[in-house]
């Protein structure tokens, strides 16, 4: 028993190495080398919601990197979103075999970037199946609805928000909004041609009006129906509707888990951060996730780690990351109280947002990813038969999962170290 505890704990601490580096990634970016767009083997950046950098890569890049691909005593998958950044600390380089190297450690490992996926020689129409469709991860098929959200209309939008004006400088396809049947051809022709598709993913800014979109959503269900008898997992990022009976409806027509998201924990700042969710209503959004958790049996419910501690005056100068840590985590807090699942996103701008840049501290994501993993799988929430909080372990634009494992395995260690120290009292006796 005490050499599998040996051997766990030395697979334990090379996991938790690659998850640190997963978070200095999310915190910094990636620079790429000349040659990485040469090989043209691997599945390339969309600009779907979000930039991740002011300026864009001057080569193509991977959307997803693998950093860790399982191991028989850890069989997870840590992967991290290709976030660009000319300035960063790490970068990607092609010398027999991809490879991440940070030059101001010395720090080397070898990365497999995710493999092409061909959705850019589909069509659906005149479109590319790539403008409607994204691959994230190996197994999620991504939609975003609408670039366009109500709330840019009358400046109403989230603060660090940018998925309208990215839409308008990096136009992949000319309607904002995607006509509800190209979506659905574009979701059959994806499952038919890639195998490894597991999740349907879709998010929206919000169209007319918050019933509206959830309808749109609902047409998406009805029109995908043959798809879910093929065990597909459907899951929605919106905010709620008015009506919250059109929840019931989104169950129906085959959605299984609905995120709903708060992004910003503290009321006061909700306020300022989130005008827009804020006219819809703080408390308002506690009750449709009370409502949606109730509906789907659980609730999903994001933050924007790095803006939790912002000042009322968004300055970005006086960010601090352990005031950042124990913001965020007293949102975590909070949503678990209420027996939400809180999930969260790392922050990050191409300066098009009205917060602008903000430093995250890579370590300090770290040390606020294991406490979340703690935090969430001590409160027994998430079924144990439940691998991961959300998808498999493919989450690659945030540490959720990998957050969760951390805590999933310390707990084997220590089950292992009660195991041997049992087995040595029966010796003893
Ligand atoms: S709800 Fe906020 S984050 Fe979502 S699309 Fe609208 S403005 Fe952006």
């Known amino acids: ?34 040659n990485v767009g040469k090989r043209k083997d691997f599945n390339k950046k969309q600009i779907h919601p979000y930039q991740h950098y002011a ?12 950093l860790y691909s399982g191991s028989i005593l850890i069989p997870e998958i840590i992967m991290t979103k290709f976030r660009y950044n000319p300035d960063s600390d790490w970068q990607m380089d092609d010398e027999n075999g991809y490879k991440l190297r940070n030059d101001r ?13 061909g959705f850019d020689q589909h069509f659906i129409g005149e479109l590319p199946l790539s403008s409607i469709v994204q691959k994230l991860g190996t197994d999620v098929a991504g939609v975003v609805l609408s670039n366009w959200c ?13 998925i309208f004006p990215t839409y ?9 909004q995607k006509p509800i049947e190209q979506v659905v051809e574009g979701l059959k022709l994806a499952f038919q041609i890639d195998s490894h598709l597991k999740h349907v993913l879709i998010t929206s800014g919000n169209m007319i009006s918050y019933d509206h979109t959830v309808r749109e959503y609902i047409k998406i269900g009805e029109g995908i129906k043959e798809l879910k008898k093929k065990n597909i997992n459907f899951q929605a990022i919106l905010m709620p509707p008015e009506n919250f ?26 306020e300022i951060i989130t005008p827009g969710k804020a006219a819809y209503g703080y408390q308002r959004l506690f009750e449709a996730l009370d409502y949606a958790s109730k509906v789907f049996d659980i609730a999903y419910s ?16 006086k960010w601090d990351p352990a005031k950042e840590n124990q913001k965020a985590l007293a949102g975590v807090d909070g949503l678990l109280e209420k027996k939400i699942i809180p999930l969260f996103t790392v922050y990050h701008t191409s300066e098009r947002n009205a917060i602008g840049l903000i430093r995250i501290d890579g370590e300090a994501l770290f040390a606020f990813t294991s406490e979340y993993g703690q935090k969430v799988f001590s409160s027994g929430i998430i079924e144990e038969s439940q691998n991961s909080i959300s998808f498999d372990s493919t989450s690659p634009n945030d540490l959720i999962n990998d957050g969760y494992s951390l805590a999933k395995y310390q707990k084997e260690i220590a089950d292992l170290e009660t195991f041997s120290m049992d087995d040595q009292k029966v010796i003893r006796k």
């Open 1 to 34: 028993m005490s050499e599998i505890r040996h051997d766990l704990m030395q697979e334990y601490k090379h996991f938790e190495f690659i998850v640190r580096i997963k978070a200095d990634l999310l915190a910094k970016g990636i620079r790429v080398n000349q």
């Open 55 to 66: 300026t864009l890569h001057p080569v193509d890049i991977p959307e997803d990197l693998v």
């Open 105 to 117: 450690t010395g720090v080397e490992i070898p990365v497999e970037p995710t493999p092409q996926t």
């Open 150 to 162: 109500f709330y840019f209309q009358n400046n109403h939008e989230c603060r660090f928000c940018e």
């Open 168 to 176: 308008q400088s990096q136009k992949t396809i000319n309607k904002v």
């Open 245 to 270: 009976l059109l929840m019931d409806e989104m169950r129906n027509v085959g959605f299984h888990r609905v995120c709903m998201n708060l992004e910003v924990f503290d009321p006061q700042l909700f």
């Open 302 to 317: 994001s933050i924007v780690y790095g803006i939790q501690s912002l000042s009322p005056d968004l300055d970005v100068t």
